[in-house]
T-cell receptor
Framework: RKEVEQDPGPFNVPEGATVAFNCTYSNSASQSFFWYRQDCRKEPKLLMSVYSSGNEDGRFTAQLNRASQYISLLIRDSKLSDSATYLCVVNRAGSQGNLIFGKGTKLSVKP | DAGITQSPRHKVTETGTPVTLRCHQTENHRYMYWYRQDPGHGLRLIHYSYGVKDTDKGEVSDGYSVSRSKTEDFLLTLESATSSQTSVYFC??????????????FGPGTRLLVL
């Protein structure tokens, strides 16, 4: 299994749709999990951390299943401005501060 | 805004020439990172630093060297640029976020084209 694996997409959805992204990671010792967002030709930006109990930030909900080594991001009521690539990120176990980035899932929200 | 700048933002160079990219941060973060991002590969770690004069290799360090003589500056050098080093280079800093460990914030990137 690759260290961090995501469906590359693209996901093409209409405005207002709900869309879900999934991610799997290989190292069961990883402790920190994040979703980043990257707009075209821009730097990645932290969208949200992912907590064991699941967490929500407005229209965005992140969940973690440690047993299955699976992370998800749900976006409700999609906006045109949500169009971007979403990166699943996991810490490299045993290495201070080092993160492993998935290749990203591209989302395109259409009018 | 994590106060990270990168220079130059764009550079075109020729194969075999040395190139140095600069990352500058204003918030005294201890950890700094250099990544490259290429289609189909995502972000890959080149080198990182955990303090002044303290650096270590990442997963794609061949052909690159780094230096950190001041907390605020982390330099990435391509000793002899090759076309395979054409990429977008991102610098990042790491910051501790309470009970959720370290996370990273990125600079705006440098687009490098090696002809």
């Amino acid at each position: 299994r690759k260290e961090v694996e995501q469906d590359p997409g693209p996901f093409n959805v209409p405005e207002g749709a709900t869309v879900a992204f999934n991610c799997t990671y290989s190292n069961s010792a990883s402790q920190s999990f994040f979703w980043y967002r990257q707009d075209c030709r821009k730097e990645p930006k932290l969208l949200m951390s992912v907590y064991s109990s699941g967490n929500e930030d407005g229209r965005f909900t992140a969940q973690l299943n440690r047993a299955s080594q699976y992370i998800s991001l749900l976006i409700r009521d999609s906006k045109l401005s949500d169009s971007a690539t979403y990166l699943c990120v996991v810490n490299r176990a045993g290495s201070q501060g080092n993160l492993i980035f998935g290749k990203g899932t591209k989302l395109s929200v259409k009018p | 805004d994590a106060g990270i700048t990168q220079s130059p933002r764009h550079k075109v160079t020729e194969t075999g020439t040395p190139v140095t990219l600069r990352c500058h941060q204003t918030e005294n973060h201890r950890y700094m990172y250099w990544y490259r991002q290429d289609p189909g590969h995502g972000l890959r770690l080149i080198h990182y630093s955990y303090g002044v004069k303290d650096t270590d290799k990442g997963e794609v360090s061949d052909g690159y060297s780094v230096s950190r003589s001041k907390t605020e500056d982390f330099l990435l050098t391509l000793e002899s640029a090759t076309s395979s080093q054409t990429s977008v280079y991102f610098c990042a800093i790491s910051t501790y976020r309470g009970g959720h460990g370290e996370t990273q914030y990125f600079g705006p990137g440098t687009r490098l084209l090696v002809l």
